[in-house]
């Protein structure tokens, strides 16, 4: 046998034992579905995915590129969900980057719906058109009809991811996933709070306020209008309604608006 053929015959053997494997994987993940079924769980684990790319970027070695290896899980994250049946994505995508990450996270055999506004993608999720929505990570240059996180009701519809969740440069896009129910904790988690204060409060006042109360944050926006001062935080650590810290606040309303694992951006270890 020439070197060729004998190189052709390990990757051959090679490749049988992967699909082996995954037809393995792919078994267990019908069992665990069945099982979600009967006790009524989500199949939305954006957490635990989180957990096993992390583990797995962590062992990786080799010229297998790193972003090569996290897309293989992603479909892989993808396939087991489809597999599990009715999910689906409602999407504002403002550009084309957008579309983009979406195919990225959720595979590229997720139906994903493109609505005009924010709002209309949170409305497709809440009438159940949709499974999740993913919307643009705020920032200070939206137009006031684009803000949709004041009004997010939390925790009936929370944030739970944040993406990309890897990348090796730059982020192309940068987006929030809100889906039903509480957000699914992973080994290293941030936390989106609402800050809201009736009375004038400075960035100083604000930062103050959160390293008294034990909560280390760093501000994503300030919107002003009269009588009314919000704050949008990222928060270290997992945030929970009901944690004592936001009570302690000095503000007229603190909730959380969600939470996601912490993303690995411009990664290069």
Do not use: C
């Amino acid at each position: 046998m020439n070197t060729l053929s004998a190189v052709r015959a390990q990757l051959d053997a090679i490749d049988d034992s992967m699909h082996d494997l995954l037809m393995q994987r792919s078994g267990i993940v019908a069992s665990l579905a069945a099982s979600r079924a009967k006790a009524g769980s989500t199949i939305l684990r954006p957490g635990r995915e989180a957990d096993i790319l992390r583990r797995l970027l962590a062992r990786h070695a080799g010229p297998l590129p790193r972003g090569a290896l996290v897309r293989l899980w992603r479909e892989l994250f993808a396939a087991s969900i489809h597999q599990q049946g009715g999910f689906s994505v409602a999407v504002y995508a403002r550009d084309a980057a957008m579309a983009r990450l979406v195919a990225e996270h959720f595979g590229a055999l997720t139906a994903a719906r493109t609505h005009p506004t924010p709002a209309r993608a949170l409305a497709a999720v809440t009438r159940g058109e949709a499974s999740v929505a993913v919307l643009p990570f705020p920032e200070d240059a939206d137009a006031p009809e684009m803000e949709w996180w004041p009004a997010l009701n939390a925790p009936q519809l929370s944030v739970v991811a944040r993406l990309p969740f890897f990348t090796e440069g730059e982020a192309e896009a940068d987006a929030l996933v809100v889906a039903p129910g509480a957000p699914d904790p992973s080994a290293e988690d941030r936390s989106l709070l609402l800050l809201e204060s009736d009375s004038e409060q400075s960035r100083g006042q604000l930062l103050a306020s959160l390293t008294a109360a034990g909560i280390t944050a760093r501000l994503v926006l300030v919107r002003r209008a009269p009588g009314i001062s919000r704050f949008l935080m990222e928060a270290d650590g997992l945030i929970m309604p009901g944690d004592p810290r936001l009570a302690a606040l000095p503000f007229d309303r603190a909730r959380m608006l969600g939470a996601y694992a912490a993303p690995l951006r411009g990664f290069s270890g």
